[in-house]
């Protein structure tokens, strides 16, 4: 791992205002750093956070408090052309790829918009260049002039990436990528975008609720529950030692494929849903399900502290 | 045990304006009382299909080609609409991915249940009510006296799905389909569902298919499993034998191509290239032979028989494992087929 700094996240929230209901807090104090060249995993249940925080860093919402700095800058403080560059640098990949192609745009063309717009290749070069994308994600150069319904799910996860590839980003965030498609066409797109790393050394913010998938492809990696990091670690030191409650919980909810692994596991089982995430109190935001709640918890909100180097979680209880 | 339904070379087609889509294409199972049984298979595959098909739910332009589907020895696929309504919810029920599209947005959970009873029982209001609040306590709802108030969406995700447990059980189903009854759900509540679930089978006599993608489930909830690709049945067997020894390629590849959470940190995935056909028209010989690694040319042109391995139950439909083969592939069916190597 490299250890250029990309992203740095300090604090930042996002809440929204909910019509006569409250506040909504979705992203509530996360500080993330994320480094050059490596794959960070950003796990949680679904409500918990993690889309908003992505489209926060591509400036889909602005950040109500904290501040989110690419390569040191803020990223409100750009000028245009400034602006222009960190948009092309900052790419993102959706879960439902077919949602977010033009229906009326062959796939050349959907390619090839950001090139347009971020004037790379020009003319003939500009043709080469998307094919040679086209190449570069699986796909051949006759899929350069059909429509997006004329593709299966895969091949239209497979375009999505090379729509984001085109403008040659430096860092991808992947929001759920590979949670619309079957088991068998997942583990392709995976290896897909694993390869691409290795190839061109980009770097990814994979977020996804699926902690097995995420242990495949991580160098580290970040769980959140309702709006705030819970614990970061090195994906390997997650897997052996977990300090959150909540990691625990979910690592254990997780079935294995395999009926004799699975007898002998032991699971913790949560009480309950993920609270209404509309005007929570103080306090810890997991308490209410965690099995080691007690009195200071409801009084204190546990900071993320380092409890073995690189390894960091934010439970009263963590040590 | 007892075979409570037996489903004989089910043939289902679908008649649409490009043609002939040829959903399920002679698929046998059976399940015996008490037990719980799980059909894999990845999206369009017809899994789904087959079970609504025996449910009597298939809808045009869907058709039964041919095939028997013998409940206690009564042919359901022959039986009239009238049969089939008295049996819906009754004798066999069914749970389906999202609660919320099957749920009554503008009507209280409980009077739902109660309604599903009422459907199929003399009671009056009262014997309705204390039959919802039991059937609800049998599903762990906390408080089953206030949460029958409510309406849908005053419920979770979870909650919504437990509703639907309760309303397919309200009354005391021989048999309930599941069609990934988890899916939708968070992994805490995926937990707490397939807890319940299993917890279920202690107290009540009703067997369960499970249609699921999703092996994990799988190991946590079945006794014996059918692992179906392109309208077919390929492998079928004994949860453990199924796990520890798969037999068909197309089960290797749905196995060892899951992230797993026991597995050695990052990495290359294994995966099945290729995409499933196009059941408009199917290949004539093995439908996965394109997509196979070991595929030999006679899986191009012949339908494979099946295989029983070991214990009489555990079937597979590949080449691999016909006479002239299985020397020239022990290495392969050697190494894949263990699980645990």
Redesign the interface.
Known sequence: MADQVLFELKSVSKHFQVKNAGVLKAVNGVSLTIYKGETLGLVG??GCGKTTLGHTMVKLYKNDGGMITYKGRDIWDFNRRQNMNYHKNVQIIYQDPYASLNPLHVVRQSIAEGLEIHKLYKGKKRTERVMELLRMVGLNQEHANRFPHEF?G??RQRIGIARALAVEPEIIICDEPVSAL???????I??LI??LQREIGLSYLFIT?????V?????RIAVMYLGAIVELAP??SL?EHHYHPYTS??????????????KKRK?I??SG??PNPINLGGGCSFRSRCPKAAKRCELECPQLKEITPGHFAACHFAE | MQTLLKVENLTVSFFTQAGEVQAVRGVDFDIRQKETIAIVGESGCGKTVTVQTVMGLLSNPGRVKDGRILFRGEDLAKASRERLHALQGNEMSMIFQDPLTYLNPTMRVGRQIAEAYLQHNKATRDEAAARVLEIMRLVSFPSPERNMRAYPFQLSGGMRQRIMVAMALVCNPVVLFADEPTTALDVTIQAQIIELMNSLKSKIDTAIVLITHDMGVVANMAQRVYVMYAGRIVEHGAAQDVFENPRHPYTWGLLYSIPRLDAPGKGAMEFIPGTPPDLLCPPEGCAFAPRCKHAMNICAVRQPPKYTFGRAEHCAACWLYSEEAKKTYADVIEKRGNANG
């Open positions: 249940e679904s299966s895969g091949q079957d088991v068998s066409i997942q583990a392709q995976v290896n694993m390869r609720h699926d902690l097995s998938l242990k495949q492809i991580s160098d994906a390997q897997y919980a979910l690592l254990s909810a997780i079935p294995i494929p395999d009926p004799e692994v699975e699971r089982m949560l849903d993920v």
